[in-house]
């Protein structure tokens, strides 16, 4: 009996040190899960198949090599995990493998973040750290007979028919959701989300943190490798084409023209949240957006991962950043003839852009005069005292760049400011500059991040204030217009409850609307308050230069009649004609209707295809080179 039973223990044994090493792996699932409260229960159950497909990989290995492969995999995933949740609980997104690209661009903040994440976050990683160690210094044995490996070949197997089958399972509930609207299916359904990857978040919602990576891996790395994917590239001019045919033809307005043959100011705020703007902080900004025109339901969606590029780029190019996580430095061979530099270049002015940081700080070196300027002007290179660069009036005192700004000829000025970045704490180098310069601000309000956040915006106010001294000095004010975009809210404001309080809102997704506003002396003050986003930046900006330029734009003219307005967010959340549909919270609803529309099933189908589309002919503008 016990000859024929002794096939049994090795089982045994194997199903125990599996469901050891299984149970670490799908720790880390939990703990994800945990944190980032997806709403779906199959993202556990794509995280167990994972865990189990992962331990039997790992068991059926020499003792040696399956120790290192466990420890690869398992620190790899908790570290990535970790990182996905701690940059959501600062920024509300989650990451693409190739945003590690842009990690050396947020390392010099990574300290002034860490207090935003959650407790658990510090626990959790603590003890799954502890956990892994200790699993790697007493792996189990090697195990010796056909009966264990059979035993793992077969489990692995079983997972990976299991991972093929889940996801079709998951499909399933876009019926029961949706019923038949196949339209509404195909841009807003599960199916859409795992298949088009625009938002990792909502894929994440669906699969976990394992399924998450390999699609990303696939659909992002392997995929446009392939011939299939360059055909499918191939193949989009056409679609693009279409896209834009069913516009009309563009049409002059009454706003067409208003600034031709003035100089042009144009302003990237870095992080000028709307309720920073008042009478008391910022009265210059104030004044200029009550005597200008001032675009106050205007929106900076964060598409890619880097927020701040993404705006400068969209308020550039007319173009977001791709969903899939590439570098902007991906597209630097692509031709930018369509973008705002490069359209008033070709219209007499010449363009430089002026900044406080280095060259190679999002390869802005390469990158700016990619997209149409001469020069990307670093104050860097002109001053060494590291005070002095947190001042954006700075410009402005180095002789050099001062004559630049106001050379001969018609100009395109670009300044990117700093002042009022991210972090909201007394000791971090911005704010202590910026309480040097008024100390008045410390303890004023009540709240260490809202004092900083207000003091920091008085400094970019006080840019604002010399840049119209700096004009009339010049004799330039009468023959200059001044256009300011915000890049994004102030994220990094660890308190979310008092920062949704200042900015009046209820959802992450309304946090997105920024300042963005149009003055010179001779404006008219006017108020829109159509919805709009980034990309319609450039062509708004076109239309009153009078530059009537050759190409077609993802964003529209604000001023066109034909355009309702709207703002499109890659994690399929929509704002247009008063209605708010979030999917912030993993499951979609309406915020507001202030309008009292009538909010169909039609209409909220055509607006999620609309949303859809929209990300979609983004991503090929860019990867096809459209405006080559």
């Not at 399956?66 to 908790?78: N, S, V």
């Not at 001053?383 to 402005?396: A, I, N, Q, V």
């Not at 409850?497 to 959802?507: I, K, P, T, W």
Request: charged fraction near 20%; charge should be negative.
């Amino acid at each position: 009996m016990r000859g024929k039973l002794s096939w049994l223990k090795p089982m045994v044994q194997y199903g125990l040190k599996a469901a050891v090493l299984a149970g670490a792996y799908f720790a880390v699932e939990l703990l994800t899960f945990v944190l980032l409260d997806p709403g779906e229960w199959s993202a556990l159950a794509f995280g167990a198949l994972w865990a189990l497909l992962l331990s039997a990989l790992c068991l059926c290995l020499p003792r040696t090599a399956g120790r290192i492969a466990f420890g690869i995999t398992y620190y790899f995933y908790l570290s990535w995990a970790l990182a996905q949740v701690g940059y959501y609980s600062v920024f509300g997104r989650m990451l693409w493998l190739q945003d590690i690209f842009y990690a050396r661009e947020g390392a010099q903040f990574f300290g002034d973040i860490l207090g935003a994440f959650p407790v658990l976050w510090w626990l959790g990683g603590a003890v799954l750290l502890g956990l892994g160690g200790i699993l790697i210094w007493k792996y189990p044995r090697y195990n010796q007979g056909f009966g264990p490996r059979i035993a793992g070949l077969s489990l692995s197997v079983a997972c990976v028919v299991g991972l093929c089958l889940l996801p079709e399972a998951v499909f399933l509930k876009d019926k029961s959701i949706w019923g038949t609207r196949s339209e509404y299916a195909q841009s807003s359904s599960y199916r859409a989300n795992y298949n088009t990857m625009y938002d990792a978040k909502n894929v994440y919602n669906i699969t976990g943190i394992y399924q998450l990576t390999l699609r990303d891996v696939w659909r992002h790395q392997l995929y446009p490798l392939t011939p299939a994917y360059r055909a499918e590239q191939d193949a989009q001019i056409g679609k693009l084409d279409r896209y834009f045919s069913q516009r009309g033809e563009k049409q002059a307005n009454a706003m067409t023209g208003i600034f031709a043959g003035k100089n042009v100011v144009f302003v990237l705020m870095e992080s000028m949240d709307d309720w920073l703007i008042t009478p008391e902080d910022t009265p210059t900004i104030y004044k200029m957006m009550e005597e200008g025109i001032r675009f106050t339901d205007f929106y900076t969606p964060g598409y890619g991962t880097a927020r701040t590029i993404n705006s400068e780029f969209c308020a550039n190019t007319g173009i977001y950043l791709p969903t899939n996580g590439k570098y902007v430095f991906n597209y630097v061979t692509n031709s930018f003839n369509q973008s705002i530099a490069s359209q008033a270049t070709a219209n007499g002015y010449t363009a430089e852009v002026f900044h406080y940081n280095s060259p190679d700080f999002y390869s802005r070196g390469v990158f700016e005069p990619a997209m149409g300027y001469r020069n990307y002007n670093c104050y860097e290179d002109y001053e060494t005292d590291k005070d002095r660069l947190y001042d954006d009036c700075l410009l402005f005192d180095i002789p050099q760049l001062n004559e630049l700004f106001f050379r001969d000829g018609q100009t395109f000025n670009t300044i990117i400011t700093r002042s009022a970045h991210l972090s909201y704490v007394y000791r971090e180098v911005l704010s202590h500059y910026a309480l040097k310069q008024y100390p008045q601000y410390r303890g004023k309000y009540g709240s260490e991040e809202e004092d900083c956040a207000r003091v920091k915006a008085k400094l970019v106010d006080d840019m604002f204030a010399r840049l119209l001294s700096e004009l009339e000095q010049h004799g330039q004010l009468e023959n200059t217009v001044i256009m300011a975009i915000t890049d994004h809210y102030t994220y990094g404001y660890l308190n979310m409850e008092e920062l949704y309080a200042h900015s009046g809102v209820e959802d992450l997704l309304l946090l997105e609307k920024t300042p963005c506003f149009v003055w010179s002396v001779d404006c008219p003050s006017v108020e829109v308050t159509k919805t709009l986003n980034t990309a319609d930046f450039v062509p708004t900006m076109l239309n009153l230069m009078g530059i009537d330029s050759p190409y077609n734009y993802l964003g529209q003219d604000a001023f066109d009649q034909n355009y309702e307005g709207y703002a499109l967010f890659p994690n399929g959340s929509w704002i247009s004609d008063g209605v708010v549909y979030s999917t912030s919270s993993g499951q979609p609803k309406i915020l507001r209707n202030t309008k009292g529309k009538e909010l169909t099933e039609e209409y909220v189908a055509q607006m999620a295809k609309k949303t859809a589309e929209f990300i979609h002919i983004s991503n090929l503008l860019l990867t096809s080179d459209y405006y080559k």
